[in-house]
């Protein structure tokens, strides 16, 4: 049943499913933490927060070694890594196979020489073609992302870090919605640099991104092309509790608690749940009809992304979610827009907000004339719970 | 009387005098607005805030010209201006005469082709000499640092203005410390890029920055050398009410309230307010004998710098003050750490405030063998509210 009165919302509130692929829903405590009046960044007990956060960010990343936070979004993280790391002559190889591995390369660009590697969107980065290409040019480094959120697809890792490594080049990785939500192997794969975004698996605010590096990749940051985003400044910073420029604290601060709820759950535990939330995700749409977009060998475990049946409108469709079932979703992006749409499974979605976003996806797509048996697909994810 | 029981606090607490130089004592509705929950980015409710927010930094501004909201602090903004209107061989002149002047030229090299020009800490931008050395040089721009936050000087932005412009020069103003606390004159000075930090005189969160443009600047605007702070993209993004990056999206609420509470007291008001305050301070701190760091022609109305009398050691007397008076200043910075402290009075500080802050001073500074007539300070404050 529609929730009466009709009311456009998109803020969580104690009635809304707030299920985007980014921002996601935060805990009361998170957002608590963010009130907080003002505080010294200069004083000690900021230097304690940053302390307490360079180990949370070591855990969330399962590294031991150098890491950084930057007041900025993830694609200021990814600067950071860049920039840093490498040079304008360094010829830099970029996988792309989505929107934001596009953006990535665009990134490349300015403090590199990118050669983008492109894939179809929805199909995975092929490692064979990787290794050719690598086999051909000269690259000092490859770019991957890792989880393509705009086409809800995570490409194999593993495997290409494996070819990026026979081939003597630093892997620098986009891991903005996989860092705390997909399993994370930063030292045995040999990633030379990987970026998180706060407001993804960590289910933090938007507003900080975090880098872990490598010890080749430590050793080869300098400053020359960049300065708010300078990695160096920003690792040997945070070594001795400080950031180069003035932090946003307020966003440290809940950065902070949410990491200690991410502590508290457990980093494995986290990832395994987020798995089995994609997986009751993919179940029940294949009981209601609907089809995944991406290659479904590589569907994402943080955020699903699904075709349209024919005939329903992406306006329309999240329109009425919205206002009459509370639910927010996001649509597709570029070339998907009007396509797709996407769910945000990860941080600390539960099957209780999976079932109510399935409930009003079958009360939308009902009204909308897509035909299906309305309750199945809420039916598959209950009985994965 | 010092308080009971003796405590370390770095926080605006009820009995905490919080009066830094940046960040600086929030309005609890600021706070407030922070704690909101999650919000889609990209939604109409985060449009409606990114146009209010427009039209309240244009305010803030003095300015119907371009603008930009960046995630990031003062720096990023400096970044954004540096790298969105120069080109890599352009010649550009940097006025130091302070910790946050130098750091704008540093800045500047990586961006540009920088040339200091600089000036005793605690004296004053000299116009002249800014006027012989655009004589001699070719120079596509200038920057200026305001409102030297680490000496406590205004510079004399209006002279150096007619000098600049006298030669054809763009001017790139870091107004960090000053928008929103000194007067300005945005468009009749024809400033080309004037950099605001969130966290200063508008006494919201750390974590923004905002950028106002000339016309000329804003068609100079280019993409070659950054990505995150790329201007062009900001200020394309924040006309259709969107950003290019995922926003910080709590400060930005923040944001949005304190500007409507600047907007509520008024700016002229708000400006005369801090005046007001500075002059109390300085009133004040003749009266117990303490020397002003500047040169006193162009002491700051936002943060006063103050030279410690023989014999009081900076980290003692700070730390008397913050755990038995409850009262957080700042140190002075690089060459001036241990010789001065400061006093923030920008942003929502009352004269209230202003005398309590005086109350801990006239202690710690007995306490620590400074020999004056206490209660003169307070006493010369209190006549001035």
Redesign the interface.
Known sequence: MPRAPVR?I????SETV?M?P?????DPRV??A?????????????REVLAELRDHVQYMFGTKGEVAIL??????GL?AAVSGILRKSDRVLNLVNGKFSERFA??CG??AASTPLTFEWGMAVDPAQVDSALDKGDFKAVTLCWNETSTGLTNPIADIAKIVHDHDALFIVDGITAVGGLESRFDVWGIDALVM?S?KCVAA????SAVALSDRAVGLLH???????NLKAHVEGLKKQDTP???????FL?FREALRILKEEGLERRIGRTHRLAEATRAGLEEIDLDLFPDPRYASDTVTAIRYPPGVDDAKFRRVLREEYGV?L?GGQAQLKGKIFRIGHMGLCTFGDLAACFTGIEAALQALGHRFDRGDGVEAIAKRA
Chains 1, 2 share one sequence.
């Open positions: 456009a998109h803020m969580l509130d707030f985007l980014g921002p996601v829903k935060m957002l608590q963010m009130a907080a009046p003002a505080m010294n960044h200069r004083g000690p007990e900021f007041s900025g979004s993830g694609t200021a600067e665009d990134l300015v403090f975004g407001q605010p938007a507003g900080l400053s020359e092309t960049s300065f708010y985003t420029f003035t932090p946003a604290i307020p966003i809940a927010i996001a």
